[in-house]
C-alpha cells in the first residue's frame, strides 16, 4: 500500500505559477507511470500530465509548453510545475500512481487561478 500525498496548491493570479507536489510513502520506482490528473467543478477528472518510469513524458494539448512533470526517485516525489497560470486552470489536482497491478491516488490539492 502507498500513500500519495499533493502539497503546493493554492491562489494564483492569471499568469502566475505554482509547482505541485506528490509525496509517496513507499518507491515509486517500480510503478509504470506517475500522472497527475485534474477535476474543475462540474466536470470529469482529467489526465493533464505524465511520466514514464523511464522518463518519457506526456501532455495534455491545453498545458504543452506550460507544464512539466518531473520526478525524484530518491525523494519518492513527482512534481508539477505549471507556468502561465490560466482561469481554466482552476481545480482539484490529484497524483495517481499506476502500476501493474496496483493504482493509487492522492487525496488532491485545491488549485484557484483568479485576479
Known amino acids: 500500500q502507498v500513500q500519495l500525498v499533493e502539497s503546493g496548491g493554492g491562489l494564483v493570479q492569471p499568469g502566475g505559477s505554482l509547482r505541485l507536489s506528490c509525496a509517496a510513502s513507499?518507491?515509486?520506482?517500480?510503478?509504470?507511470?506517475m500522472t497527475w490528473y485534474r477535476q474543475a467543478p462540474g466536470q470529469q477528472r482529467e489526465l493533464v500530465a505524465g511520466?514514464?518510469?523511464?522518463?518519457?513524458?506526456s501532455y495534455d494539448d491545453s498545458v504543452k509548453g506550460r507544464f512539466t512533470i518531473s520526478r525524484d526517485n530518491a525523494k519518492n516525489t513527482v512534481y508539477l510545475q505549471m507556468n502561465s497560470l490560466k482561469p481554466a486552470a482552476t481545480a482539484v489536482y490529484y497524483c495517481?500512481?499506476?502500476?501493474?497491478?496496483?493504482?493509487?491516488w492522492g487525496q488532491g490539492t485545491q488549485v484557484t487561478v483568479s485576479s
Open positions: 495517481r500512481a499506476e502500476g501493474a497491478l496496483d493504482d493509487y
Open positions: 511520466i514514464t518510469r523511464t522518463g518519457s513524458t
Open positions: 513507499g518507491s515509486i520506482f517500480s510503478f509504470n507511470a
